[in-house]
């Protein structure tokens, strides 16, 4: 089964909760409020945030994985969840040069996994901030139609 | 190109063995999906076919037809079955039932089918294990 079959993809699910300020230090107080609306308010708010992670590779043909789903956790925790989950975003270095908006921290996300994999490439992170509306990032690879990453 | 996807569900049981590795190798790289009692899930399938739509029906596919042969093809075999025992595909020695054979098993019965059929093309299979964990396959590319 796994002989000769080339690429296939693993994707992971992963919770955490953060909360966040949209806030542009560039631009004024009424600015910034028409931007970002109610993501402006002062002391901020916060997210159940889905983080999916998707891996491409060979299937190994003797485990017939792509990637352990343990070590691929085990990355996750240590570079993403232990860092986003349960903390003020805007406090974290990464933001204070850029609005912790769902766009940067999926893009901070990428760059965070993307040499830290034990196996395989890391060819997707889409990050659901709530049910309505995601995020994704494909790094330095041509972008993708969305369909092709998800129907 | 438009892509149509069609979703079906089984449940399944399952586990990970390698004959030729230790009991205790077995465990180590498997965790808790190497316990020789098995254990289950209640998949879900993402089929996904590319095409141009009809210019009469507007179809890429018939969904009707995508649906029958998803249960003929597929499900027929796997639902309610345990992969390990029950089904040629996974038989000892062939393949381990990760998510990721599964998906290429999938891919492999369903592919032919809609070849025949002309038109759409198979695009993608996605096999969800949980709600957060997934493989897919889109024929090695």
Redesign the interface.
């Known amino acids: 089964?796994?002989d000769g079959?080339?690429?296939?993809?693993?994707?992971?699910?992963?919770l955490m909760s953060a909360s966040h300020r949209l806030n542009a230090a560039e631009r004024t107080a009424i600015e910034n409020r028409e931007i970002y609306g109610q993501c402006n308010n002062p002391n901020g708010h916060g997210h159940n945030y889905f983080v999916e992670v998707?891996v491409g590779g060979e299937?190994d043909r003797?485990?017939?994985?792509?990637i352990?789903?343990?070590t691929l956790d085990k990355a996750v925790q240590a570079r993403v969840l232990d860092r986003f989950d349960h903390v003020n975003l805007n406090c974290d270095p990464l933001f204070q040069k850029q609005v912790p908006t769902t766009e940067n921290l999926c893009r901070a996300i990428f760059e965070l996994l993307k040499d830290s994999l034990p196996a395989g490439k890391l060819e997707h992170v889409r990050v659901e901030e709530t049910e309505n509306n995601f995020f994704e990032c494909f790094g330095e690879s041509k972008n993708q139609p969305a369909?092709e990453a998800r129907? | 190109m438009v892509f149509l996807t069609r979703r079906a569900t089984f449940s399944a049981s399952h586990f990970y063995w390698i004959e030729a590795w230790s009991k205790e190798k077995n465990e180590q790289v498997f965790g808790r999906c190497s316990n020789r009692n098995g254990h289950g899930h209640n998949y879900t399938l993402e089929v996904t076919v590319a095409g141009e739509p009809d210019t009469v029906t507007g179809y890429v596919i018939d969904l009707k037809w995508l649906k029958d042969a998803i249960e003929r093809e597929v499900l027929a075999s796997f639902d309610h079955r345990h992969l390990n025992l029950d089904v040629a595909d996974f038989a000892p020695g062939k393949a381990v039932p990760t998510t990721e054979n599964i998906a290429i098993a999938a891919w492999k019965r369903l592919e032919p089918a809609v070849n025949a059929r002309g038109g759409a093309q198979l695009h993608r299979v996605r096999v969800y294990e949980t709600p957060e964990l997934f493989a897919e396959y889109r024929g090695g590319k």
């Open positions: 089964m796994s079959v080339g690429k296939a993809y693993f994707g992971r699910r992963y998707l299937v003797e485990t017939g994985m792509v352990n789903l343990t369909n129907v």
